[in-house]
């Protein structure tokens, strides 16, 4: 069955919410379309430790500010999940779940999403589904021959798991910092935490405010065609979270250069120094999960497809929200994707006027 409507938002986590939000303003007819079967996107898959880097009235999507955790400077993901519930609840939006997209094709002058469950026909496309779905493992040397247990940051839960363990944490960025601090902290666990260069932490007080100023910017500074500030980058890798600040200041995080290959039993660095591993976790990031819209033919370098803020350059009834700076500054961000989200239920609202 076929059913119209003007816009079809395809995810339902913080970037498809926002997204309904600000479409809900324009007075628009439109749906959400999430592929998980409960409200809180990616949220509902973190590891147990997870908190984010800003208080939580620094955490708060459009509209409704998130409220303080009882007990907690920076609130937990479970409380983000609550969160993110009752703010689909609160503005009533149209969310469709469990719902998977399977490809978005052009239809004359209209998108012609198509699912699962139903075939919907739009005005306009919101793809709002992040990178948690398409976690990033490099290719390395000897990675078929390791015999322990190999996952994903997407995979790892808790430090119990790994109880009386060597683990590897592959990474320099904040997951890879965190889940090597959650590992060196758990008595049983024998965690060895390996970078391509030396860690750079942040500034102790420096926090997800700070580092949201600093996107927004670089974002302005590029617009304005003025001088790279940098962003984020400039400041560090690693936000010193209380756990992770912690685990450093008592010596418990030290990172060691990153190895050359794995050997069946363990790894191997470029000197033939081996260290025996029973598991490693590989924090190495994620790419945009973008493969429901690769009839359109919109992919550039990178595998990002190009946009005019968050307006896709080769199909102008496409918008892409959340996947990082690249679509916004910030974006990615419970605080962040607020702005690119209005401007794109803007532009959309403006395109259906024509």
């Known amino acids: 069955m076929t059913r119209q409507t003007d816009v079809v938002v395809i995810g339902g986590g913080q970037a498809g919410l926002a997204a309904g939000y600000h479409l809900r303003r324009k007075k628009l007819d439109f749906v959400i379309l999430d592929a998980q079967g409960t409200p809180g996107g990616a949220w509902q898959h973190t590891w147990d430790s997870l908190h984010l880097f800003s208080p939580a009235a620094f955490s708060s999507l459009p509209g409704r500010i998130m409220p303080a955790q009882p007990g907690h400077e920076y609130p937990d993901a479970g409380h983000v999940v609550e969160y993110l519930s009752d703010y689909e609840q609160r503005y009533e939006l149209p ?56 996952l994903h940051t997407s995979g790892y839960r808790r430090p119990s798991d790994f109880a009386g363990q060597r683990v590897v944490v592959v990474g320099g960025g904040n997951s890879g910092a965190q889940i090597a601090a959650d590992l060196a902290t758990h008595d049983g666990v024998d965690p060895t ?80 120094t081996r260290a025996a ?4 976790i590989w924090c190495t990031g994620f790419r945009p999960a973008l493969s429901h819209l690769a009839a359109l033919g919109l992919r550039g370098s990178r595998g990002h497809i190009p946009t005019h803020g968050t307006r896709a350059a080769g199909e102008p009834r496409l918008h892409l929200l959340g996947y990082g700076d690249w679509t916004g500054p910030a974006s990615a961000t419970l605080i962040g994707v607020g702005r690119p989200a209005r401007d794109a239920a803007s532009e959309i609202a403006e395109l259906l006027s024509r």
Not at 107 to 120: A, F, Q, S
Not at 241 to 263: C, I, N
Not at 277 to 280: L, T
């Open 193 to 272: 935490w390996v970078t391509q260069r030396p860690p750079r932490f942040l500034a102790d007080d420096i926090d997800g405010r700070a580092l949201f100023d600093a996107a927004t910017a670089r974002r302005r500074a590029l617009d304005e065609g003025r001088t790279d500030t940098g962003g984020v980058a400039s400041l560090g890798d690693i936000v010193a979270v209380p756990p992770v600040r912690e685990a450093r200041d008592a010596g418990l995080l030290k990172a060691s250069p990153m190895f050359t290959r794995l050997t069946a039993d363990g790894i191997e660095w470029a000197d033939g």
């Open 95 to 150: 969310v469709h779940r469990p719902v998977r997209i399977q490809q978005v094709r052009r239809d004359g002058d209209r998108l012609r999403v198509e699912t699962d469950k139903d075939i919907w026909s739009a005005r306009a496309v919101v793809s709002a589904t992040g990178t948690w779905w398409r976690p990033f493992l490099p290719a390395t040397p000897g990675r078929n021959d390791f015999a322990g247990r190999q």
């Open 277 to 280: 591993a029973d598991a490693v």
